[in-house]
RNA sequence: GGCGCGUUCGUCUAUCGGUUAGGACACGGCCCUCUCAAGGCUGAAAGACGGGUUCGAUUCCCGUACGCGCUACCA
């Protein structure tokens, strides 16, 4: 079997609305209901949010209700920071959900009509449930816990990507296959309120990592327990570090924060999340969320485990940035310079613009931008010399070439990329030089380094002014032979 | 140990039994060039192993190896 064929039985369609196999959507005009349920856990991971992402590009591929549920039973670890932490995560990656906490205070407003959203706030509910086992004779008590009588048979799992397993009890659950749903201390675990909360929640499709699929017997039999049909599993595929390791808190990248403090374009982060465990039918790799939404099938989604290439993230921000609207760039990269202490308002708003948008092509991360535009924003007299670009390019042999340019650029008609790239050329052509050795020596003299935007583009944004100040400044400090 | 899932270039992947096994990232070379890039051209690079089935297997089946997950009164 290819890694795109159809598991499903030979009478299921084999891909697009895997709902139409499920009776209980077919003859329901209710929407479908898809969730994401985060434990807060003081961080976003890398594979949480591309579990939300799948989540959300199914749920709005078929025009499903996104829920976000959070699941804080342990109240101690779990804080409002920590449920905070999840919601900024995604709402910075565009992962807008249609119900769930609208804060990360459990007590707080939320959105929807099927709540509350956070375990922690739920304790009725589960009380009521599980007396309702109870009741049945499915569940009881045993040393202060309550345990479920779980089936002995071996269960058949649906799976929308992996197909059809049979799971069967392992050595150990043979000898003891009724699982603890309510510990000792009162608190019910998490394939208990999983499952009721899905079924409370009416969810129909149930997307999440594959590391649920063992534990997904037991939540199909906690469903027939209530007599209520399971939703509709897809078991996603695992991201790992670059050395096929599992990927843990500890490793780099694992956290969204990451990517939000290194200024990655969400939208390539959910590109390159979305390329992760799933490729589109039709091809093509660069696209937006909303695209990507538009064809996404749960058929399509990988089987394999894949490895986390932070170099082709970084390609994928590269693409995306040098498209969005160079506004767009701008106003991403003011706040930028901000955080890092760039002093961009001291200076008129569509010189810092000029000077934004003279490096958006670059496509660098947004945290690099200093590197490339921060002459732009310091004193003439100000300009730190890149050591190494300084002894390069401002050496004695440069001295009258520099002052020559001077002398050109002080007495330039129109003060244009285009005159100013004549100008020079014409210099170098007069003086019987190649244009090098008077390029480099201006760059470094007007940004200090040896890389930066084309240089007649910064020129004209930096101005006659500035550019005469600076290049001054630089003569001065050439050392003398 | 048990129960599951997986295995195509270094990485992400295409391939619905017959292909010179394609693309992308990364890497090398050439061209272009005001720096760095970008762009164009180009190079190297893969079916874990062993059995079957078949006229023919990367593709279907079995086994082995390896990897991953689960095996909790964690989630």
């Known amino acids: 079997m290819t890694a795109s064929a159809s598991p499903s039985a030979p009478s299921a369609p084999s891909k697009t609305t895997s709902s139409a196999s499920n009776p209980l959507i077919l003859m329901s005009s209710t929407p479908a209901r898809v969730r994401f349920a985060p434990s807060p856990t003081g961080y976003l991971h890398i594979g949480g949010a591309r579990t939300a992402l799948f989540n959300w ?47 990360g205070d459990p007590t707080g407003p939320s959105r929807g009509d099927r709540g509350p959203y956070f375990q922690s706030q739920r304790g009725t509910i589960y009380k009521r449930r599980i007396q309702e086992l109870k009741d049945r004779g499915l569940a009881y008590d045993d040393a202060g816990a309550v345990r479920f009588r779980m089936r002995r048979d071996p269960v058949v799992i ?77 078991h996603i595929p695992l991201i790992l570090n670059p050395d096929g390791s599992k990927m843990s808190k500890r490793d780099q990248g694992a956290s969204i924060q990451t990517y939000i403090d290194d200024g990655y374009l969400p939208d390539a982060v959910t590109n390159y999340l979305s390329l992760l465990g799933w490729t589109p039918k ?20 990988h089987r394999s485990n894949a490895r986390f290439d932070m170099k082709k ?72 010399f890149d050591p190494e670009a300084k002894a390069k390019a ?17 007495s330039l008609a129109d003060f244009t990329a285009t005159a100013l790239e004549a100008a020079l050329k014409q210099l170098a052509t007069d003086l019987a030089v190649k244009a090098g050795p008077l390029v480099q020596p201006c760059r470094v003299a007007c940004t200090g380094r040896t890389v930066g935007p084309s240089l007649y583009h910064l020129l004209e944004i ?20």
């Open 158 to 234: 649906h799976d929308q990507i992996i197909g059809d397993i049979s799971r069967a009890l392992t050595d150990r659950e043979q000898e003891d296959p009724d699982f603890v749903i309510v510990r000792s201390d009162g608190l019910p675990v998490f394939h208990f309120v999983n499952v009721v909360d899905d079924i409370e929640m009416g969810i129909t499709h149930v997307v999440r990592g594959e590391d649920h699929v063992s534990n997904t017997a037991k939540h199909i039999a906690l469903f027939e327990a209530f007599g209520v049909q399971p939703p509709a599993y897809a």
């Open 394 to 410: 401002l050496v004695p042999t440069a001295r009258p070439l520099l002052e020559k340019l001077r002398e050109r650029y002080a």
């Open 57 to 103: 590009l199914y749920a709005r591929h078929i025009g499903a209700i996104f829920v976000l549920r959070i699941e804080d039973t342990d109240a101690a670890r779990n804080t409002q920071e920590a449920t905070d932490v999840i919601l900024r995560g995604l709402r910075w990656l565009g992962l807008d959900w249609d119900e769930g906490p609208v804060t």
């Open 313 to 384: 993230l970084e390609h994928f921000h590269f693409e995306h940035v040098r498209r969005i609207a160079p506004a767009r760039f701008v106003e991403l990269g003011v706040d930028t310079l901000r955080r890092l202490g760039v002093n961009v308002d001291a200076f008129p708003p569509a010189y810092t613009a000029a000077a934004l948008t003279s490096v958006q092509e670059k496509g660098k991360l947004f945290r690099e931008l200093p590197t490339w535009v921060d002459f732009f924003f310091l004193p003439d007299d100000a300009l730190n």
């Open 462 to 481: 930096l101005g006659r002014e500035r550019v005469l100040a600076r290049l001054d400044h630089a003569i001065a400090a050439i050392p003398a032979t």
């Open 282 to 301: 039709e091809g093509g790799e660069l696209f937006t969320k909303e695209e990507a939404a538009q064809r996404f099938e749960l058929g399509d989604v």
